[in-house]
């Protein structure tokens, strides 16, 4: 389903509780994702939540426009605050993973008033330094020159060849096949603008704004993943209430790689409330 938020048409996919009063949970996929991509994770969550998957500015069936300005920080948190406020006046629960996560960070810090709980999923509050700000843009830069020279398979295989992503390899090939399935239907202006107007090295950092965030916080991370663990320890200490859960034998996906895992740590976090 479509709504129109900010005059950019934002893709959902909504999945109801049978109780009308109940607390809405959205979710945020990451770079390359979309809704689809928590299909395997909703359906083993409580049903005394709503949920709504949405595709980001660029991604799966939303908008992909060719003017930056639509993917900045404060562009992304105006049409997601427009989709929230389409389901729920009340607070609600909030889960981003990746560029997802680093998405809904850029939310609470704007509308912490407006969350009763938040869930981060191998996120960054982007980067501080100015050096190492300049190196990811020009990481980005390189990854966009790579965008527009080759197909979407091929940039797909070039981008789950990263690092990164390393532990992918572990999974059944048929689903890592699927997944691909669904990133070859984004289209390039959308992935391009997405770096440009939100990567990590040009996203505004948000470390001296965490301390607003007053609401709970769960942040997860994959043992494997040994860059966003260290980080996300100390990302735990900026907040006035949060729990660091780090998934064993997982990566940097970690719904995708220990589905059942991450729904566990999820529901233990959603049932305090």
Known sequence: MIISASNVKINFEYFPSTSKDATFVFLLHGFTGSSNDWNEIIPQLSKNFSYVA???????????????DNYTASALVEQLDEVFHHFTKNKFFLVGYSMGGRAALSYAVKFPEKLA????????????DEKLREERILHDEQVIE????????EF????????LFA?????????????????????KIGLINSLKGFGTGVMPPLHNKLNSIKCKILLITGELDSKFTQLNSELSKSFPSANHVVAKNAGHNVHL???????????EFLNQF
Do not use: Y
């Open 54 to 68: 949405v595709d980001l500015i660029g991604h799966g069936k939303s908008d992909s426009l060719s003017d930056v």
């Open 117 to 128: 709980g938040l869930i981060l999923e191998s996120t960054s509050a982007g980067i501080t």
């Open 146 to 153: 790579i965008l527009e020279k080759k197909s979407l398979e």
């Open 156 to 163: 797909f295989k070039f981008w789950m060849s990263q690092d």
């Open 167 to 187: 532990s992918l390899k572990n999974l059944p090939e048929e689903k890592v096949r699927q997944s691909q399935i669904s990133k070859v239907k984004c289209q």
């Open 257 to 267: 790689e220990k589905a059942e895992e991450f729904t566990k740590i999820t529901l």
